[in-house]
């Protein structure tokens, strides 16, 4: 079997080198592997970085286990990209030897560009999927679990375009050498000296990321200096085994541009969601997390507050449901939030009073702040303002004050389920228009999945609201 598998490396090889030679226009070469005996180094590893542009290299069912560094370089085209992928109906698994968990990360990503990896199981290594540099990327449909530290990584060198969808990242922070961190996705450099733009993290589903040390162990985690990166429909829940850590946490860019976290659904986290500047924090159903919905403060890793929006999410049943401290930040928005946390703390603000907004329902206790009939008002009971909010439905009941309730200065262009918002604006994550049940995903573990007539309304927001 090996000899075959040689044999079929080489002739693909030769195919795709005659192909280049005498016809530039020639298909790209496909390449097919089945899995071999565990060894220092794999037929994976070798030929994924023979890959040329326009190649695609699938891997056939089975479990690909390397007891050495496993990194991988390949660099296609914008016309021409290269395809990593499992076979149709196949799981394929990449792995390690259990004694080496900590010794290595599962696969190493170097200066790759053009790029797409789909449907693989990455499950062991220290970290799971490491990006070293590189532009590009596309991560899809993958699983990454069981790791003795974080999952997925981007902290070793600038990353640009990147696209990491519909991937199912568990059981992590596992090490049990010492001190250990857990985070799901690790986005940036702390200190701001490799940064990730504009790219799309959408779709995962993230949980039981387990940590032990300071460091955290983070659903979704984007380092100072990152910036125009959209964290959006993602589902993240038990982000606090061993430590209790946020299930998203925005440091912010310094002013060089902002980061979206919109429409994902959180709970049993530390924090829901952590911002401390340069963020646009819109949409997201935060409950049962055990220090709060969302916090929006200061943090000694950013040294100015500022361009913070945070509108139209719906945060249930935390000590605190949210907590903000913008005593020195400034074109700071607070709008259209529904915060019910009727036994504890509603809202606990500092700063409050120079930021724009309006119309945030609240019930639950006030600190810093009481309710004005304008930018804070009475949500009522929950049971009065969501369908079944005990089963975890926030969709606004008939007669609820959310209804139409919003500011329509701030009124974002799409809710929770990506349906167009249209007049009169509905307050927290929902816009119900008129209809008296949800007509999308229902909050469960799993991926959120639309429905395929979530699409079909008009894609424009109507004038003057937010994109």
């Not at 994976?44 to 542009?53: K, S, V």
């Not at 724009?356 to 004005?372: F, H, I, K, M, T």
Request: aromatic content about 6%; some cysteine.
């Amino acid at each position: 079997m090996k000899t075959w598998r040689t044999i079929q490396v080489i002739t693909a090889l030769v195919y795709g080198v005659v192909g280049l030679l005498f016809n530039a226009d020639s298909p790209a070469a496909v390449y097919t592997i089945r899995p071999a005996v565990v060894d220092q180094q794999e037929e994976f590893e070798i030929l994924a970085n023979r890959l040329q542009a326009g190649d695609e290299l699938i891997l056939e069912a089975g479990t690909y286990s390397q007891t050495g560094r496993r990194a991988v370089t390949a660099r296609g085209t914008a016309d021409r990209p290269i395809r990593i992928r499992a076979a149709a109906g196949a799981t394929v698994l990449l792995t390690r030897p259990a004694d080496n968990l900590d010794t290595h990360n599962n696969v190493e990503f170097v200066d790759c560009a053009y790029l797409v990896v789909r449907g693989l199981t990455f499950r062991g290594g220290s970290s799971g999927v490491r990006f070293i540099r590189g532009h590009h990327v596309t991560l899809e449909d993958c699983t990454i679990s069981h790791t003795g530290n974080n999952a997925l990584t981007m902290n070793s060198g600038d990353c640009d375009h990147f696209i990491v969808r519909r991937n199912h990242i568990h059981h992590t922070g596992l090490s049990a050498r010492g001190p250990t961190e857990g985070e799901g996705m690790y986005i940036g450099c702390h200190d701001g000296s490799c940064v990730t733009t504009d790219s799309l993290f959408e779709g995962n589903y993230i949980h039981h990321t387990r940590g032990t040390s300071d460091g955290g162990n983070d659903g979704i985690e984007i380092k100072y200096g990152s910036c125009n990166n959209t964290v959006r429909n993602n589902v993240i829940h038990d982000t606090n085994i061993g430590r209790r850590y946020p299930g998203i946490f925005v440091y912010g860019s310094g002013g060089r541009g902002v980061n979206r976290v919109e429409s994902n659904v959180i709970w049993n986290a530390g924090e829901g969601i952590q911002v401390v500047s340069d963020a646009v924090v819109c949409n997201n159903i935060i409950f049962h997390c055990s220090v709060s919905g969302i916090t929006a403060a200061g943090h000694a890793a950013v040294e100015v507050l500022q361009n913070t929006t945070i509108v139209h999410n719906t945060i249930m049943d935390h000590p605190c449901g949210l907590r903000i401290r913008w005593e020195r930040a400034s074109n700071m928005v607070f709008a259209n939030n529904a915060v019910y946390c009727p036994n504890d703390v509603a809202l606990d603000a500092a700063g409050l009073a120079a930021a724009a907004g309006g119309a945030n329902y609240v019930r639950g206790r006030l600190v810093g702040v009481s309710l004005d009939g304008a930018a804070l008002l009475d949500g009522g009971h929950p049971s009065d303002a969501f369908v079944g909010p005990s089963a975890n439905d926030f969709w606004p009941k008939a007669g609820s004050v959310l209804l139409g309730g919003a500011d329509p200065r701030y009124a974002a262009g799409r809710d929770f389920n990506g349906l167009t918002r249209r007049a009169p604006f509905d307050a927290g994550a929902y816009q119900a228009n008129g209809r008296p049940v949800n007509p999308g995903w229902r909050i469960r573990p799993g991926l959120k999945i639309p429905p395929a007539d979530m699409g079909n309304e008009s894609d424009r927001p109507a004038e003057g609201q937010t994109p």
